[in-house]
Nanobody
Framework: VQLQASGGGLVQAGGSLRLSCAAS????????????MGWFRQAPGEEREFVTA????????TYAVSVKDRFTISRDRAKNTVYLQMASLKPEDTAVYYC????????????????WGQGTQVTVSS
């Protein structure tokens, strides 16, 4: 299983960024297009936290309260790619963002995400 995140960078507060996560391989006996996918982030000195997740077919999404109404997760199953559109960015959104694959087709809990990409840095300046 390989998860390659990209799209991070430096942006001013109020700006936007779109992250991408290209997935390849199989996990848990199925292709990754049949797994729930998610984004997590880790700020310096902080624990990694859940940001958002999407079900295998995109019909269900869930967001952390801190990003709801500002971030949007989506996926293109044909391309095995998951996206995170981030808008109205705040300095507190600064973190390394990781994409992850769940063991299951739908999101249940963060502990179900057991395959991880390498992370992409997002820095929001004030």
């Amino acid at each position: 299983v390989q998860l390659q995140a990209s799209g991070g960078g430096l942006v001013q507060a109020g700006g936007s960024l779109r992250l991408s996560c290209a997935a390849s391989g199989r996990a848990f006996g199925r292709t990754l297009s049949n797994n729930a996918m998610g984004w997590f982030r880790q700020a310096p000195g902080e624990e990694r936290e859940f940001v958002t997740a999407i079900s295998w077919n995109g019909s269900s999404t869930t967001y952390a309260v801190s990003v709801k109404d500002r971030f949007t997760i989506s996926r293109d199953r044909a391309k095995n790619t998951v996206y995170l559109q981030m808008a109205s960015l705040k300095p507190e959104d600064t973190a390394v963002y990781y994409c992850a694959a769940s063991r299951w087709p739908v999101f249940s809990r963060s502990a179900d995400f057991t395959s991880w990409g390498q992370g992409t840095q997002v820095t929001v300046s004030s």
